[in-house]
């Protein structure tokens, strides 16, 4: 089933970039760029003692504090293309057909970079990724939730922004970082104005935070898709809304065991999902931190419930469905699954 699982053409809609950042880039663009890393955490003396943090974080804020941290050694446009082409590599190893990609401007604006670098390499990796990989991919701005949503106003606003919505750089926006503190209904505005510039709308919800922030996510900011959602089956009312309504939740299995949100795959709602008709795709998140990158994401659950082909199948269709792409890219995409499905041995 693993390899069924990896020829499977798959979507990948909730991969952080810049969580795409192994030790080994880490340490190697932070010695290219002359950037010392805390020098007060034993953590950052090597790979090893690193990814061995990584296997011990005890909340999302946890994880918080280590991936805005490492961000500091990305400088350049070309750091930037580094890490998002060392993702699209390993994606398109894992069977990742379309990638929707989000990325966090202001993380790096308060670091003095500008979000015309961070654009411009992450835009030259896409280039790169849909030419010899064949993959095609989009590009999603979140706001920092730990910030006020003026910050967010002001990004929006910006000129580098703003040059970007223009020149389509940029698809959509989402909302990430510290969740239970800082509730959805605080970005209202700032997405009535992403919405108005013609950009689809997505949201962290039901992560480490409740069912609620699902609903004021859908209902207030007016999202299309839910990322995370797991919170989702705490309320069967709005399960059963969402599952009717077709709004696509991005899951994440590996980040939820490593954030502590569940204890264990097990635990994750997956089956009440499929019975209800909640539609989902299975994401990686943050790779390089939580121990695996889409196809771990795929085996581990596939592992835990032993699903059958026609159960995978239905989740790549629900993923290439929710996908933002145009709909003659959707049609490629329902050929490769049709040519999955033919190779599976009966
Ligand atoms: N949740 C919230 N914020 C994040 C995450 C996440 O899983 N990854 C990167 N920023
Ligand atoms: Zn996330």
Known sequence: MHAYLKAL?????????????????LFDLAS???????????????EEALLDRYNRFTSLDDFLGYYYTAMAVLQHENDFEALAWSYFKKAH???????????????HLERGVSVATV??????????????????????CCYL?????SAALELFDSSDLQAAITAKEIDGVGLDSSETPFPPELFKDVYAKSKSAGLRLTAHAGEEGPASNIATSLFVLGVERIDHGIRLADDPKLMMKVARAGTMLSICPLSNVRLRCVKSVKELPIPKFLETGVKF???????????GFILDNYCAVHDEFNLSPQQWESI???GIN????SSARKSEMLQLLEVARKALPS
């Open 9 to 25: 053409p798959k979507c990948e809609h909730h991969i952080h970039i810049e969580g795409a950042l192994m030790p080994s880039l």
């Open 93 to 107: 190893e894992d069977g990742v057909v379309h990638a929707e990609v989000f990325f966090d401007p202001q993380a």
């Open 32 to 46: 290219r760029n002359n950037i010392t890393l805390p020098i007060e955490d034993v953590a950052y003396t090597s």
């Open 281 to 291: 795709s299975i994401n990686s998140d943050d790779p390089a931190y939580f121990g």
């Open 316 to 318: 790549a269709l629900a």
């Open 322 to 325: 929710g996908s933002w792409c």
């Open 145 to 149: 939730r730990h910030l006020p949503q």
């Open 119 to 140: 654009i411009a390499g992450l835009t030259a990796g896409r280039t790169r990724a849909e030419k010899e990989l064949n993959m095609s991919t989009m590009l999603i």
